[in-house]
């Protein structure tokens, strides 16, 4: 179910409810919880409504599912960052597959690799006038 409550946990929680409440203040308090989900509901459905009416006819064409925070991989952003695949291009299906994507020469990786390096005999090393 959610937060992982089942359905036995939850009716244990309605009997042991029923023995402390007792038959005559359980009413009363199923009478609130029933308007404390009416409530919620109705909010819910009044930003939805809020929402359409702010975004206008765009609002039916937005894949939800896209802009779901759990389907990003940190893996796959940074291999995508790396590489000079274009994740938002259109694909073309005479495209050939590559096996492995092409390395990018001016990356900042190969960058700070370089920079790490040690400079031979004859090479100077970088000043930046701007920082001093």
Known sequence: MFGGLTFDKLLIVGVIAV???GPERLPHYAAQLG???RSLRDMANG???RMRDEMGPDFDDVDWKKLDPRQY???RIIREALTDIDPFAEETPAAPVV???SVNENSAYLQRKRKREPLGADEIAPFDSEAT
């Open 19 to 21: 023995f402390l409440l």
């Open 35 to 37: 308007r404390l989900v």
């Open 47 to 49: 930003a939805k409504d």
């Open 73 to 75: 991989d940190p893996r």
């Open 99 to 101: 096996a492995r994507a």
